[in-house]
């Protein structure tokens, strides 16, 4: 990152500005420049964030004294100049919130990508079936019903009764993921019920329905409710975090 401090003079008066560049993920460092002082004080960020007023985690890492991604520094004292001006101001403030966020957003998206290439229920199991199992979990891969099309990987809880091994429904966690086969003509629409993909604000007025754009659902029964996602990666990792907190044997 860049760094240089441009007295300007405007009206009779030296406002003192610092100018930052920052490598980010593009090929050419984003330029940050600062206004004002104390409450007034402000960063300013090139990246596609900033150009959106938001604090973004250049601003912030920059505010905390993290110079990792600094491309050059001069004059030597800017950083310590920095901390002078941004003493008091709202974006000092926000900076360490700003960055717990974006550290908690890697750490997710490492969790996640552990997943990448699990397109289908099948290749779910084949990873982790065996694991599932020595957990302690009844693991079931089935096809959904009618009308719906794809399959779920259930998890059922088991306990043992003298030499039995008897499976129970509570606690259940399931793992869907349903293909967009879906035919408008297949589903009785005088039901009053919604088919499945299909979202209640994306009908319109002629009463034709879109095919709803979450393929993946999880559903657990602790708390008799389901979470649908886009991205398969998500809902494995979302599917994972129910697992570790449910129990899956009682004695």
Same mark, same amino acid.
């Given at each position: 990152?860049?760094?240089?401090?441009?007295?300007?003079?405007?009206? @009779?008066?030296?406002? !003192?500005?610092? &100018?930052? *560049?920052?490598?980010?993920? $593009?090929?050419? =460092? *984003?330029?940050?420049?600062?206004?004002?002082?104390?409450?007034?004080?402000?960063?300013?960020?090139?990246? =596609?964030?900033?150009?959106?007023?938001?604090?973004?985690?250049?601003?912030?890492?920059?505010?905390?004294?993290?110079?990792?991604?600094?491309?050059?520094?001069? =004059?030597?004292?800017?950083?310590?100049?920095?901390?002078?001006?941004?003493?008091?101001?709202?974006?000092?403030?926000?900076? #360490?919130?700003?960055?717990?966020?974006?550290?908690?957003?890697?750490?997710?998206?490492?969790?996640?990508?552990?997943?990448? $290439?699990?397109?289908?229920? !099948?290749?779910? *199991?084949?990873?982790? @079936?065996?694991?599932?199992?020595?957990?302690? /979990?009844?693991?079931?891969?089935?096809?959904?019903?009618?009308?719906?099309? $794809?399959? &779920?990987?259930?998890?059922? $809880?088991?306990?043992?009764?003298?030499?039995?091994?008897?499976?129970?429904? #509570?606690?259940?966690?399931?793992?869907?993921?349903?293909? !967009?086969?879906?035919?408008?003509?297949? /589903?009785?629409?005088?039901?009053?019920?919604?088919?499945?993909?299909?979202?209640? #604000?994306?009908?319109?007025?002629?009463? !034709?329905?879109?095919?709803?754009?979450? =393929?993946?659902?999880?559903?657990?029964?602790?708390?008799?409710? &389901?979470?649908?996602?886009?991205?398969?990666?998500?809902?494995?990792?979302?599917? /994972?975090?129910?697992?570790?907190? &449910?129990?899956?044997?009682?004695?």
């Amino acid at each position: 990152m860049a760094l240089c401090c441009l007295p300007k003079a405007i009206a @009779g008066h030296i406002l !003192e500005s610092l &100018t930052f *560049y920052v490598q980010g993920s $593009g090929k050419d =460092p *984003y330029k940050i420049t600062t206004v004002g002082s104390g409450t007034d004080f402000q960063l300013n960020c090139s990246c =596609p964030a900033g150009r959106s007023k938001v604090i973004c985690k250049h601003i912030a890492f920059l505010l905390q004294g993290d110079v990792t991604n600094m491309v050059s520094c001069s =004059p030597a004292g800017a950083m310590a100049r920095l901390r002078v001006l941004s003493a008091n101001s709202m974006q000092l403030r926000a900076a #360490s919130s700003v960055i717990d966020r974006n550290l908690a957003r890697q750490k997710m998206a490492k969790a996640e990508s552990r997943h990448d $290439g699990l397109d289908t229920i !099948e290749a779910v *199991y084949e990873a982790h @079936g065996i694991e599932l199992s020595r957990a302690g /979990w009844d693991v079931r891969v089935e096809p959904l019903n009618f009308p719906r099309k $794809g399959y &779920t990987l259930g998890l059922h $809880g088991s306990y043992r009764r003298g030499r039995k091994t008897l499976i129970y429904v #509570s606690p259940s966690i399931s793992l869907i993921k349903a293909t !967009e086969e879906f035919h408008q003509e297949e /589903w009785d629409w005088s039901s009053g019920d919604l088919p499945p993909f299909v979202m209640s #604000s994306e009908s319109n007025a002629k009463g !034709e329905w879109k095919l709803r754009p979450y =393929p993946w659902t999880v559903k657990w029964d602790a708390a008799k409710k &389901t979470r649908s996602f886009r991205n398969g990666p998500k809902a494995i990792e979302f599917f /994972w975090e129910c697992v570790r907190k &449910t129990k899956p044997s009682k004695e």
